[in-house]
């Protein structure tokens, strides 16, 4: 059974940053792509970033680019993503996703964390 367990969430000023986390079990996952979705409210759930677990190769919303890095420990089985730059619209509930396959931008993935808030005050 595959567990995501996103952690890190907050309230955070304008400006600042977060890092999110996301530990994975249950299954390798070196043939799974592992994604970071958000939601706010009265939205629908968009792409933020992704990363394949075995090449590392990333991919970013235009929106975060620059700002957002997602990476991966192999060792802890946990994909991060760490926000700078944090901005008012970025607050949104953040979902952690995984795959088996290719990185995808919609949210066409197998297993889904229960979500964390980030809240960015202006």
């Known amino acids: 059974q595959v567990q995501l367990v996103e952690s890190g969430g907050g309230l955070v000023q304008a400006g600042g940053s977060l890092t999110l986390s996301c530990a994975a079990s249950?299954?390798?996952?070196?043939?799974?792509?592992m994604g970071w979705f958000r939601q706010a409210p009265g939205k629908e759930r968009e792409f933020v970033a992704a990363?394949?677990?075995?090449?590392?190769?990333?991919n970013y919303a235009d929106s975060v680019k620059g700002r957002f890095t997602i990476s991966r420990d192999n060792a802890k089985n946990t994909v991060y993503l760490q926000m700078n730059r944090l901005k008012p619209e970025d607050t949104a509930v953040y979902y952690c996703?995984?795959?088996?396959?290719?990185?995808?931008?919609?949210?066409?993935?197998?297993?889904w964390g229960q979500g964390t808030q980030v809240t960015v005050s202006s």
């Open positions: 249950g299954r390798t996952f070196s043939s799974y792509a």
């Open positions: 990363i394949s677990w075995r090449s590392g190769n990333t």
């Open positions: 996703a995984a795959r088996d396959g290719v990185i995808l931008t919609r949210p066409r993935y197998d297993y």
